[in-house]
């Protein structure tokens, strides 16, 4: 059962492929108000975590509590109504719709309604329309977006499309979202922007997992930190003691100096 005052309690995660453990026994937790990030080399389980905890992937053990109830199992789009968000490693926009349209459905969550409202156009419906567009043109405006709402998707450059992906993610006030590798392909300054948006989440109250191979970012914006290596936990704590833990240096910082 989830811990008290724990938003996120992952207990004996495990999930094999074709034999291989991607995941064995982890367990973290997820503290609200905080960032969480998720580090480790490449096949160290990091997506496949992720997966298992937005229900792409129902893992063979173990538990996830959220706002003490065990998700495991439970459909991606039943988790989705619960609460959680999350974007891609591999960016995934609607490149024809516009930038306000892609982050709307983010609110498909919160939409409701039925067949029958949609074909007579009640009042009801064209109210819940607006009140669901300002939500959207809110968010816009705080991800630095607002003057690009009637852009297409197609024509933004990559950073731009980076953070609309993240709105999109934020739009629906999740309790938790799952940032997957929001920096990759992004240059200093377009990384210095997200590392900025997610400070500015973080002071609003929002609670993150982070999953990121950029050092700089994680050990900037976080507050814990798991590293998996094999499909195993072997390290977490504050960005601090992460960084100077030899097991992580070995694994996955390499030959970074402690002090980078």
Known sequence: MIVSGSLLEISGLTKHFGGLPALSQVS?????GQVTALIGPNGAGKTTL????TGVIRPEAGEIWFEGRNLAGLPAHRIARLGI???????RIFPRLSVLDNVLCGLTVRAGGSMLEALLRT???????????LM?????????LADKA???AAVLPYGDKKRVEMARAFVSQPSLTLLDEPVA????????????????????GKTMILVEHDMELVMGVSDHV??????????QGTPDEVRHNPLVLEAYLGRMSVTA
Request: aromatic share 6%; hydrophobic share 45%; glycine share 8%.
């Open 123 to 133: 009042p009801g419906l064209r109210h819940r329309e607006r009140r669901l567009k």
């Open 226 to 235: 798991v590293v998996l290596d094999g499909g195993s936990r072997i390290a």
């Open 85 to 91: 968000s999350r974007t891609f490693q591999n960016l």
């Open 50 to 53: 992720i997966n298992c905890l």
């Open 150 to 152: 009637a852009w297409p």
């Open 136 to 144: 959207a043109l809110e968010v816009l405006d705080n991800f630095g």
């Open 28 to 32: 973290f937790r997820a503290e609200p």
């Open 185 to 204: 392909g992004l240059n200093p300054d377009e990384t210095a922007a997200v590392a900025g948006l997610i400070r500015q989440m973080r002071l609003a």
